[in-house]
């Protein structure tokens, strides 16, 4: 795995078939934008992919102005034909080589679970976990065939921890803690490191495009629990990026990497405590927080 741009010994910029390739999901906005900016700078090859590459034209020109090597392929991780071509392209381009896959795209979809439809649930799964599996699956074999690589997946302290109402994105975020640990185990003997990001709440576009579920009434008894917990998601402290980048940073480098890289507000203390919490405890602390009247 390499863990840095080597030094051309000059001061120039080395060569480009010397410089770690990092491709990375969802860099139109947030976290992936953000991480495709660091890696860049850092002389890194970045193919900051986004479903929509019109959005990147900021991205692109910083780049061309800094001198950065990005480019922004187009690739929507619920299209296999998307996935297909842009992973192709980009292992043309650098004859094989990819050193990291930053698994990033994603969207925050919430609301009571019997007023989610099954298609609205299976559209989170399909962007959050099947979009990871999709897009890891197209990197691995070119991974195998150098006995190198690092698969970077980001999931969430909503990972950690379940709170009412935000059933959708718990349940993608959730699953991707276990999808994630399991694909460790199998490639790790063929040289692929697997990490997994878990960020608390950060200061990013994730809330202005989250998705409530639709299938919801006036009437619908979970309205006092809906109203609490987005009086209570408008309060949360948001953090700015850098902790969250630099954290991304040191688990795309690191030799030797640990599974989970927890970073952020209230993941040690929410999160880690909920494993030591008794689910009875946690029940009556849910319960209080979100409490609604009996219809
Ligand atoms: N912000 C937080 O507090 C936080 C905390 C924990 C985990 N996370 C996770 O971090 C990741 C990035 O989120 P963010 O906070 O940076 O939010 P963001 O600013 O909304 O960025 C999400 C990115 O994912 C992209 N995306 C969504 N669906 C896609 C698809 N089908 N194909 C390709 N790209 C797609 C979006 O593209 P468009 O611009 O085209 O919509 C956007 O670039 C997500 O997985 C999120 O769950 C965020």
Known sequence: ?????????TGAAPPIADRPVALITGASSGIGHAAARRFAARGWRVFASMRRPEKGE???????ERGWELQTPQLDVTDDLSVARAVGALLEDTGGRIDL?????GYYAYGPLEETTPDELRAQMETNLVGVHRVTRAVLPAMRARR???????????GLLVLPAVGPYHASKWAIEAWTEALRYEVSPLGISVVLIEPGPFKTALHDNEVRARAHTAESPYAGMVAAYERQARQIRRAELS????????AATT???????PVGPNVISAGYLRRIVPDRIYELIMRFAFRTRAP
């Not at 902790?243 to 040191?250: F, K, M, Q, S, Y």
């Open 1 to 9: 795995m390499t863990v840095g741009v080597p030094s051309s010994g």
């Open 58 to 64: 900021a991205l692109r020109g910083e780049a061309r």
């Open 101 to 105: 896959l930053l698994n990033n795209a």
């Open 148 to 158: 190198a690589g690092r698969v970077m997946v980001m999931g969430s302290l909503s």
């Open 243 to 250: 902790a969250l980048v630099d954290t991304i940073e040191r």
């Open 255 to 261: 030799r030797r990497p640990r599974l989970r890289w």
